[in-house]
Nanobody
């Protein structure tokens, strides 16, 4: 069982930055590949970024490439999402996710956080 708790969401002006954090309550954090997803009301949850167990490999949705950076600190059981150059289109609820598979973490992860709201105003 993996419990995930996100933090760092909030209200930010367009062009600004936020850093989301996700703390995992699990004994073997490095056994899990991690991802960040986003979801707007009435829309399906979509992957934003994912990172493999040791941080050596990451993937990004086209819409955030060059603006967002995913990273992890296995000593702190935490994964981060640094979001720069935010636009109003980035307004969503952001979810942290974990899965033992580096493939499935991008599509149907087993564990989810509760989500954190990010609102970007112009």
């Amino acid at each position: 069982q993996v419990q995930l708790v996100e933090s760092g969401g909030g209200l930010v002006q367009a062009g600004g930055s936020l850093r989301l954090s996700c703390a995992a309550a699990v004994r073997t954090f490095s056994s899990y590949h991690m991802g960040w997803f986003r979801q707007a009301p009435g829309k399906e949850r979509a992957v934003v970024a994912s990172i493999n167990w040791n941080g050596g490999s990451s993937n990004y949705a086209d819409s955030v490439k060059g603006r967002f950076t995913i990273s992890r600190d296995n000593a702190k059981n935490t994964v981060y999402l640094q979001m720069n150059s935010l636009t109003p289109e980035d307004t969503d609820v952001y979810y942290c996710a974990a899965h033992p598979s580096s493939i499935v973490v991008n599509t149907d992860p087993r564990y989810w956080g509760q989500g954190t709201q990010v609102t970007v105003y112009s």
